[in-house]
């Protein structure tokens, strides 16, 4: 993947946005986990 | 014709062979340090003895042989699967000289374990491992989930355009920015901003499980190196059950997803672009697959009443699916679980998401969701070309950073590797077979658990497990790590060597 970097942003604000935005895709993969759970408990449980 | 490698291609192997040395060298000397500091005297005495071997070696190979001959792609290809080889026998030279270990070659698949990130471990009585020892074997996982040459030639500036080659033959095919020095510095830098918050996060979590704050430290640095870098080794011998703690199995379940992203994803997020991430062929292959192999799970273990509470199924079913997705290995259960309670659909399930792993140009193993997806698009593809009349131009498209279409050499790639995986799996599941000990649901889990460099471990591999079924799973770890591009290099290397004619 070649991309454009923001030469001109501190690298420490880059790495807040990037941990943030991976710690939110890991919050929504949760959601999505416990949501499959919740549903197969409900209708099999 | 095929030719003969010269002398000079020989020096030019030598000379960053002995540089990889060099770095490994450089190490063990962490752990050295541990070992004094902790007055682990036995321990200090096998790490001095390793580094000092790798360190002399190391730097008369790179002394007598140096060089400024550019690398081609083969010399590329040939020395990361060398240096792959070697490395793991130097550093299970510590390993054994430790006296944990049954013989050498339990040390070699231990050390083969933690450099290809597979984390399977037969060493004995894990729980009683002195500080040092622990530190090793998880900094070992970082050295080989960050890509060891990478690390070393970077470290030692051997020129952006030089290790090019490289970067490649790991595995690592994304090229993230145009220089792979500073490729190699932005994935450390990802790697630094985690050990910093990551090691912090379970710190805190250890500390509110009741843990002192030394022993929280231990175990969150620990835990650090063997999640984001999905490795899955563990302190402890009944890993994250050991902690009894929900916001710990989150945060291990969060390193590990963020270990499984690839780093040019990572790439991506730090520039503010989610979209290129949920748009890429790589990210929609995990998603779906995931979901659907999760839904499998829970399906199998509510059906054999393994589980019957949504927390259960979460905290066990979900957490074995990302570890296995992640190609961590970490373990919730105990191994035998999954043979006696979990059914046939849920372990099943498991193997499926351990043999497709998780991206390509991250810390992880397996086919690669890439693959997959690819092989999918071909399928469709494929089967488009024959419903069209046959004037019509198919042409097909996917996101992978950048809107690409999907060619035939890209098809023929994927599709080869993937066959390579599914017949190393079934090949390590005969081995297996071969010593009459297990059935075929144990030897088939744990050899796409191997080949993928999982460690999700269903019981076969132990400290008393049969010597070639051992040494078979060595070879699958090297191969699976390299994604067998690199060895077959080397392995034509070595025919040309023999029989290649002489340059003019």
């Keep these: ?45 | 014709m095929i030719l003969r490698p010269g002398a000079d291609d020989i020096r030019l192997i030598a000379f960053y062979l002995g540089k990889v040395l060099l770095g490994l060298g450089l190490v063990m000397l962490v752990p050295t340090v541990i070992a004094l500091f902790a007055q682990e005297w036995n321990s200090a005495t096998a790490f001095v003895v390793g580094a000092s071997l790798c360190i002399i070696v190391g730097s008369a190979s790179s002394a007598r042989f140096a060089t400024r001959r550019p690398l081609t792609w083969a010399h590329g290809m040939v020395i990361v699967a060398l240096a792959w080889l070697i490395g793991a026998v130097f550093a299970a030279i510590p390993m054994y000289l430790s006296g944990r270990f049954g013989d050498p070659l339990a040390a070699l698949f231990e050390a083969m374990s933690g450099l290809t990130t597979t984390g399977m471990s037969v060493i004995h009585d894990l729980d009683h491992t002195p500080l040092s020892e622990d530190l090793y074997r998880h900094l070992l996982q970082f050295a080989g989930g960050q890509g060891i040459v990478i690390v070393v030639l970077s470290l030692f500036a051997a020129g952006g355009a030089r290790i090019a080659s490289l970067y490649v033959s790991e595995a690592r095919d994304e090229r993230i920015l145009p220089n792979f020095i500073r490729t190699a510095r932005f994935i450390f830098m990802v790697a630094g901003t985690f050990l910093v918050l990551g090691t912090t996060a379970l710190f805190l979590a250890l500390l509110g499980a009741g843990f002192t704050p030394a022993r929280a430290i231990y175990h969150a640095i620990n835990l650090f190196f063997a999640s984001f870098d999905t490795g899955g080794f563990s302190v402890m011998q009944s890993s994250i059950i050991y902690y009894h703690s929900l916001s710990v199995e989150l945060i291990v379940m969060l390193l590990m997803m963020a270990g499984t992203l690839s780093f040019g994803l990572h790439f991506a997020l730090w520039n503010g672009n989610p979209r290129d991430v949920l748009r890429h062929l790589e990210t929609r292959t995990l998603a779906i697959t995931s979901t659907l192999f999760f839904a499998a799970v829970a399906f199998g273990l509510l059906r054999t009443g393994t589980y019957d509470s949504t927390e259960a199924l979460f905290r066990k079913g979900f957490f074995t699916l990302v570890s296995a997705v992640s190609s961590t290995g970490h373990q919730v259960n105990v191994g035998d679980t999954y043979l006696t309670d979990w059914g046939v659909l849920a372990p099943a399930a498991i193997v499926g998401a351990m043999a497709i792993g998780g991206m390509a140009s991250s810390t992880a193993g397996g086919i690669k969701a890439i693959r997959i997806g690819i092989a999918f698009k071909t399928l469709v593809h494929d089967v488009k070309r024959i419903l069209l009349p046959e004037s019509a131009l198919v042409v097909t498209t996917y996101h992978a950073g950048k809107r690409r279409t999907l060619r035939d050499e890209t098809s023929r790639a994927a599709t080869t590797v993937l066959l390579l995986f599914l017949v190393t799996h079934l090949f390590g599941a005969m081995v297996g077979l071969l010593y009459g000990e297990f059935d075929i649901t144990q030897t088939l889990f744990e050899s796409v658990s191997v080949g993928s460099n999982i460690g999700v471990s269903i019981g076969v591999v132990s400290p008393e497990m049969p010597h070639g079924l051992m040494a078979v799973y060595i070879v699958m770890m090297w191969l699976g790590r390299l994604e067998y591009v690199a060895v077959f290099a080397l392995m034509g290397y070595l025919l040309s060597l023999a029989r290649g004619k002489a340059k003019a």
């Design chain 1, 1 to 45: 993947m070649m991309a454009t970097t923001r030469r001109d942003e501190p690298w420490r604000r880059q790495a807040v946005r990037g941990v943030g935005l991976v710690i939110a895709l890991g919050l929504t993969v949760f959601a999505i986990g416990a949501l499959i759970s919740v549903a197969f408990v409900l209708v099999m449980g």
